[in-house]
């Protein structure tokens, strides 16, 4: 088994802030990911990666920043955040290959951001 | 628009009961579903994956795929105060490492 573990898991920030989310996982997993979840929905693709120093954007990567500088973490940063925003931010990993399309996605607990 | 969708958007479910899930993706490169739960203030969990035409059972879970009209649909019997969560269904295609589009999800609530 494994773990994924972010930092923090409650951020606070002004607005027009850069703020730094990061996620560390020891399933030594290739790919890791940033969602966005808002109000207890579904989940949006911000960024992935696929190995170390690799990054992919997804469908929300607009805002965002990413860094993959090891194999075990992924950072994620708000470039300038907007007011009133509130979010959780959840980094998932996974086994992935070639032809396999889709293998689950362990995620971990979440950042929960709120812009003031 | 949502590619992947799910209704309904909430279901109440008295305990014992049945509860049914629809979703169905709009991206016909899509050749995954993934089921997962999500109880309140914690990560998702994936549940249940399909990847063929028919149905999988797991306790007291069914899913059931067709690939034709790209619906998967999930079904819980003998509802459980427990089970009460958000499900988030997601769908991938058969690319190297592309991440999961996600529905809004069905949130349910089983009442005892």
């Known amino acids: 088994g494994g773990i994924i573990t972010q930092t923090p898991k409650f951020l606070i920030g002004q607005e027009g802030q850069k703020l730094t989310l990061k996620c560390q996982q020891n399933?030594?997993?290739?790919?890791m990911y940033w969602y966005r979840q808002d109000s207890g929905k579904g989940l949006r693709l911000i960024y992935y990666s696929i190995t170390e120093n690799d990054l992919q954007k997804g469908d929300l990567s607009e805002g965002y920043d990413a860094s993959r500088e090891k194999k075990s973490s992924f950072s994620l940063t708000v470039t300038s955040a907007q007011k009133n925003e509130m979010a959780v931010f959840l980094c998932?990993?996974?086994?992935?290959?070639w032809g396999l399309g889709g293998s689950e996605q362990f995620f971990g607990p979440g950042t929960r951001l709120t812009v003031l | 628009q949502q590619k992947v969708q799910q209704s309904p958007e909430s279901l109440i479910v008295p305990e014992g009961g049945m509860a049914s899930l629809n979703c169905t993706s709009s991206?016909?490169?899509?050749?995954y579903f993934w089921w997962y739960r999500q109880h309140s203030g914690k990560s998702p969990k994936m549940l249940m994956s399909i990847f063929s035409n028919g149905e999988k059972e797991e306790g007291r879970f069914t899913v059931h795929l067709n690939k034709a009209s790209l619906h998967t649909s999930l079904h819980i019997r003998d509802s459980q105060p427990s089970d009460s969560a958000l499900y988030l269904c997601a769908a991938s295609g058969n690319n190297y490492a592309q991440g999961l589009t996600f529905g809004l999800g069905t949130r349910v609530s089983v009442f005892p």
């Open positions: 399933f030594n997993h290739d790919t």
């Open positions: 998932a990993s996974s086994i992935e290959g």
């Open positions: 991206d016909r490169n899509v050749d």
